[in-house]
């Protein structure tokens, strides 16, 4: 049944009988796999091994020695890229393969800091930022494998983004969904997983019974390798219980029964918030933001919120933050005022 929802899973029988599990990904050697199919541990090894299969190259044979093209291919080959998380090497490849169609010929030693500024100039803060960094981990690569003496990424200025641009969602808006996704329905049940884990859509749509034991919810980051381990919360414990779960491997499964890819996931999403006439600004990944305001709101340290949301970096915590309710952080710090220095009569 593995095989219905793992791409290159080979099973069969020793001479003892005892059912072998393998993954093999052509070109790569046979791996075994550990534990029972779809455990935490059968799913570590398994995820490892598609992540360590070095992607095909489109087009590789027909690169020009020296131009921005064979530059790209040869990054895709190289460690500095390999080592990413799989959705962080998807992403680069999206940037890079339109670099490649649209500069691809032009030699990779002409490029300086005014046409990078002039590119990240054209495009939204975000989309600026993403385009920057991505460029600086291919320039980075390019130093130090020769093939340019310095980093035209250097010295490149971001425009502003505006704060809030993706959108955290707030307490209203996650009660009209859930008026409109009672418990039971497989949207509510999407919400819960993204507002009480706090996790990417892409990690969420990988979780599934095998992840949680002694009630704690592990879970290695898809992005990071990070490995999380969540208690979970009551209300999210209620309605997984409650919910029709037909994935196998999986809580969340499409139509069809197959795991959700990270973008079908977030497409299917959207329709649940335009039938609950949520706003545009509503995504999947503002209540991971929601869920850092929430703990946030609750008093929970930087570190703490951190140890849940898996980021790497307190200054990332912080941005997620910054939408916790101000009213609620002010009649705190009210309340604390009022205890040291009580009314006078």
Known sequence: ?????????????????????????????????????????????????IAAAAPRVIGASRTIPGTLDAAIVAYYQHNSFLALGASTRHTRKVILEHLRRDHGSKRLRTLQRAHVAAIVGQKPPFAARNWLKVMRGL??????????????????????????EIHTWDEGEIAQFEAAHPVGSKARLAMA???????????????????????????????TGNLVEIPVHPALATIIAQTPIAGQLTFLVSVTGAAFSSA????????WCDEAELPKRCSSHGLRKA??????????????????????????VRRYTRAASRAKLAKSAMATVTAAFPERR
């Open 193 to 223: 997983l993204l507002l009480y884990t706090g996790q990417r859509r892409g990690d969420v749509v990988r979780m599934g019974r095998q992840h949680i034991r002694d009630g704690v919810l592990s879970i290695r980051q898809e992005k």
């Open 1 to 49: 049944m593995t095989s219905l929802y793992l791409k290159h899973i080979h099973q069969f029988r020793d001479r003892l009988g005892k059912l072998r599990t393998y993954v093999r990904v052509p070109g790569q050697k046979a791996i075994p796999l550990p534990g029972i199919p779809g455990s935490v541990e059968f799913m570590e090894v398994y995820q490892q091994a």
């Open 264 to 271: 079908g996931f977030g497409n299917v999403f959207r329709d």
């Open 139 to 164: 320039m980075a690569f390019a130093v130090n494998a020769g093939l340019r003496p310095d980093d035209p990424t250097q010295g490149v200025r971001l425009p502003k983004a505006k704060a809030g």
């Open 291 to 316: 869920a850092c305001r929430r703990l946030a709101e609750a008093g929970c340290s930087e570190h703490e919120i951190a140890s849940i949301s898996g980021h790497q970096s307190l200054a990332e």
